[in-house]
Nanobody, 124 residues
Framework: EVQLVESGGGLVQAGGSLRLSCAAS????????IGWFRQAPGKEREGVSC????????YYSDTVKGRFTISSDYAKNTVFLQMNDLKLEDTAVYYC?????????????????WGQGTQVAVSS
């Protein structure tokens, strides 16, 4: 059974940091890319970052570039999203998802499997 489990969300003050984890099980990630998305109340789900498992190529949205870092731990089949200098507008439910490599990394429709999400709340 394919499973993605996110963890690491929470409440943090503006300017603070959080590290999200996405643990994958039930399949091998070699030909896949792992993306992080977020969805705030009343807004569409947006792509935040993505990493290709085999090559380690990374992508970031303009809104998080320079503040967020995506990385992977091959031994643990886990992808991380280090979020620094968090802003109020980063408040959202964060999801990880998996897709075959290729296509528009920021488009949710291209992803085959999704985690259940983890809440990130940034306070002033």
């Amino acid at each position: 059974e394919v499973q993605l489990v996110e963890s690491g969300g929470g409440l943090v003050q503006a300017g603070g940091s959080l590290r999200l984890s996405c643990a994958a099980s039930g399949f091998t990630l070699d030909d896949y890319a792992i993306g992080w998305f977020r969805q705030a109340p009343g807004k569409e789900r947006e792509g935040v970052s993505c990493i290709t498992w085999r090559e380690g190529i990374t992508y970031y949205s303009d809104t998080v570039k320079g503040r967020f870092t995506i990385s992977s731990d091959y031994a643990k089949n886990t992808v991380f999203l280090q979020m620094n200098d968090l802003k109020l507008e980063d408040t959202a439910v964060y999801y990880c998802a998996v897709r075959k490599v290729g296509g528009m990394w920021y488009s949710p429709s291209g992803y085959d499997y999704w985690g259940q999400g983890t809440q990130v709340a940034v306070s002033s």
